[in-house]
């Protein structure tokens, strides 16, 4: 995922750490590639930017999850 368009989303990593509820080193860990986004965060922006940016994009390990089977 390209992080650098949900800041330019949010205008700058201070509001969108503060956005996500997040410190902006967190972002910038995101950006520089040190650090992936957690599940809840990625949720988080899903819902404040009302589904422009997937959660499961955000963070691929929501990707993994699969439904259990029906027996």
């Given at each position: ?11 700058s990593q201070v509001e ?21 986004m957690g599940a809840v ?31």
């Amino acid at each position: 995922m390209n992080y650098q368009l949900l800041v330019d989303y949010f205008g700058s990593q201070v509001e969108t750490a503060r956005q996500l509820g997040v410190k902006q080193p967190s972002v910038h860990a995101w950006l520089s590639g040190r650090s992936k986004m957690g599940a809840v965060v990625a949720m988080r922006a899903e819902y404040i930017t009302k589904g422009k940016f997937k959660a499961n994009e955000l963070c691929p390990d929501l990707g993994k999850i699969k439904p259990p089977s029906a027996n």
